[in-house]
């Protein structure tokens, strides 16, 4: 009987190993494949929010930052550009944002956290191209009654200096204002606002 026991221990070594390898065996072949379900570096990169120092942006100029393969405007605003908004309130379709384009502190007048300062998705929102930034007053192919802003000479849409659309033009809707945030004055955070 104790030679038999001895035989049934020395089994169960065997197998408790063997269950063991295999285990580790396992584990090992799923690593790679879990690993290959989440997203790469380049994509996290691509979504990763995107730091801008806006110290060098004079009054009425425009910089371009690219997040999310989209091109995104930081534009200064001057006072005058500014003032040019609230007269516009007729001509623009949605001139209090009450569509979801853009987060909760981007709801007003001027569509951004400091008045001067717009953050916005450089994209039309009619067939994605990418308008021009024209803040000069009535120049002759836009009509007197331009007073700047931003024009897409694809299909013709006209958005103002807050990137709203015009009302009758081909695109439905203002301009994204993509989630952002100041990490100091002259440095700016656009993709997180957390």
């Known amino acids: 009987m104790s030679n038999q026991g001895k035989v049934d221990c020395g089994r169960r070594r065997l197998v408790v ?20 379900l989440l997203p790469s570096e380049r994509a996290k990169a691509a979504g990763a929010p995107v ?20 091109p995104v405007w930081i534009i200064n605003r001057t006072k005058d550009m500014l003032d040019t908004l609230t007269k516009l309130a007729d ?7 009450e569509k979801n384009q853009q987060p909760d502190y981007a ?6 956290i400091k008045p001067e300062i717009l953050v916005a998705v450089g994209i039309c929102t009619h067939l994605g191209c990418s308008p021009t930034f024209r803040p000069d007053l009535a120049p002759a192919d836009l009509g007197p009654e331009w007073l700047g802003g931003f024009y897409c000479p694809c299909h013709g849409s006209k ?18 204002i993509p ?10 955070l656009v993709g997180d606002d957390k």
Do not use: C
């Open 107 to 112: 709801k007003n007048d001027t569509r951004s």
């Open 179 to 188: 989630p952002h945030k100041y990490l100091s004055d002259t440095r700016l």
């Open 159 to 176: 958005f103002d200096l807050a990137a709203r659309v015009y009302s009758g033009v081909p695109a439905p809707s203002n301009m994204e």
């Open 91 to 97: 001509a623009v379709a949605d001139p209090k944002s």
């Open 51 to 70: 730091e801008a120092d806006i110290s060098k942006l004079e009054p009425g100029q425009m910089m371009t930052v690219e997040w999310r393969g989209k």
């Open 17 to 36: 190993a063997t269950a063991a390898v295999g285990g580790v065996g396992a584990v090992a072949a799923l690593v790679p494949f879990v690993s290959s």
